[in-house]
């Protein structure tokens, strides 16, 4: 479940389950797998791949923002008291 996550270095974990049900929809007669199964799972692998960068890169943003604030609060603080 977590494969994927930790092979592309992800922070986040990749709800495996959410896309074997988007796949699960192209299963051909009796459950078989089918081209359009294994492709649409790729697809939808990419994707969730691709959101989940962009998101850890806002996060790593986010926490150089916060980072950067939490140092300037501090310059401000010590000013005010010397």
Not at 40 to 56: G, P, R, S, T, V
Not at 63 to 78: E, V
């Amino acid at each position: 479940m977590f494969a994927l996550s930790r092979y592309f270095l992800l922070s986040f974990e990749i709800p495996f389950n959410q896309i074997q049900k988007i796949t699960a929809r192209s299963s051909g007669p009796g459950g078989q797998k089918t081209s359009s199964q294994i492709s649409n799972y790729k697809i939808c692998a990419d994707k969730l791949k691709h959101i989940l960068e962009e998101a850890e890169i806002k996060k790593y943003k986010d926490n150089l923002i916060n980072q950067k604030k939490k140092r300037q609060q501090r310059k401000f603080n010590k000013r005010d008291y010397d």
